[in-house]
């Protein structure tokens, strides 16, 4: 099969701050291809995307949308600045020309949306509402909803535990901070795990809590 992890009713784990970088069209962008269903600039894809400072990417059309989420730094277009935290969605059709000033990175995930989900969103850390959580320990801080797409930040309390669920339309999740467990392993920052369609799992948090970035009801395949 071309691509990479494009079989999406298999589990994948990728410790990020462990993988190659891979060279990208801009001298000063790099990247980490966690997801692609080829290696052309016209993928579907879901990568960390790095800017050295002082560093710009083409300008460029979100064929089937955009989302990222600042993990440091700060990305810039001619739109405005994404500090660390900020969420952005560029709907199907939308077009920019990145750069960062400062350097940044980010976790990116292009082609994927319905061509319908037409919200531009800019959420920074300054927005964020958190919200209590479905069990004592959890705080949400909802980002998308569309059809059956979800898109939150999950703040962990330490010793937090949280009852087997299954995941309809699968789970991808990314962690921002401290560990998260299950009865599968032990992921800390910068791991990124996608979990198929229906699959289940006791995730818990020991002494560090942690904070992850969390999709779920996108995977059907
Ligand atoms: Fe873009
Ligand atoms: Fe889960």
Redesign the pocket.
Known sequence: MDGLNQNFQSRVVIDTLTQDWHSSPSSGVRRIYLERDNYSEFAKASSIVEYEADSSFQS?T?ENG?EFLVLSGTFSDENGDYPSGTYVR?PHGSS?S?FSKTGCKILVKLRQFDKNDKSRIVIREDDYKWLPGICQGLTVMPLHSYQSEHSALVKWEPHTKFSNHSHWGGEEIYILRGTLFDEFGVYKKGTWIRSPHMSSHNPYTTNDGALIFVKTGHIHE
């Open positions: 460029h979100h955009e560029n920019h990145p």
